[in-house]
Antibody, heavy 121, light 106 residues
């Protein structure tokens, strides 16, 4: 059974960089897409972007200027960095495994438990 | 940017059928999927590729589509099905979620 676990600081100061890591266990990170999704308290899900195990990325256009994703296949981990955070970035951040279906579909079949990141001084 | 539209809320009586819609431009030419999210929990995939059900998801959950609208149907709705439901599609290589629908089982 594939399991994902997010880790990183739960509190980040405004204007600083949010950094999270997702560790994948029970399966290989190879040959899959890996997504980051966030959910502000009481609000809907928002895709931040995804990274293929080879390192190619795709980011949400609204966040693209502040987001960097990376993957470390040797550790079965992938990471998210988001710069210049504000209170609007306060959210539960989830990592998930993506399954791409040709050029017309993508779904997330395994999710981490999520980690709350609060942006506050 | 691409948008998926869901009704904010749907109510259903126990044992009845609940239907949640999701509409988007040219959605019929893309695969859609659905997630269930209960309070304080991570989303769970309940339907993918429009109509497929992952292992472990009860048969009462089904997906369909017509034109540019995808529909999640829950037959014989149970109290445990009360949750938020999100549709999701892939447009221009970007993952897009609908705004979510709160399903209330009265």
């Amino acid at each position: 059974q594939v399991q994902l676990q997010e880790s990183g600081p739960g509190l980040v100061k405004p204007s600083e960089t949010l950094s999270l890591t997702c560790t994948v266990s029970g399966g290989s990170i190879s040959n899959y897409y890996w997504s980051w999704i966030r959910q502000p308290p009481g609000k809907e899900l928002e895709s931040i972007g995804y990274i293929y195990y080879s390192g190619s990325t795709n980011y949400n256009p609204s966040l693209k200027s502040r987001v960097t994703m990376s993957v470390d296949t040797s550790k079965n981990q992938f990471s998210l960095k988001m710069s210049s955070v504000t209170a609007a970035d306060t959210a539960v951040y989830y990592c998930a495994r993506g399954q791409r279906v040709g050029n017309t579909g993508y779904h997330l079949d395994y999710w981490g438990q999520g980690t709350l990141v609060t942006v506050s001084s | 940017s691409y948008e998926l539209t869901q009704p904010p809320s749907v109510s259903v009586s126990p044992g009845q059928t609940a239907s949640i819609s999701c509409s988007g431009d040219k959605l019929g030419s893309k695969y859609s999927c659905w997630y269930q999210q209960k309070p304080g929990q991570s989303p769970v995939l309940v339907i993918y590729q429009d109509t497929k059900r992952p292992s472990g998801i009860p048969e009462r959950f089904s997906g369909s589509y017509s034109g540019n609208t995808a529909t999640l149907t829950i037959s014989g709705t149970q109290a445990m099905d009360e949750a938020d439901y999100y549709c999701q599609a892939w447009d221009s290589s970007t993952v897009v979620f609908g705004g979510g629908t709160k399903l209330t089982v009265l």
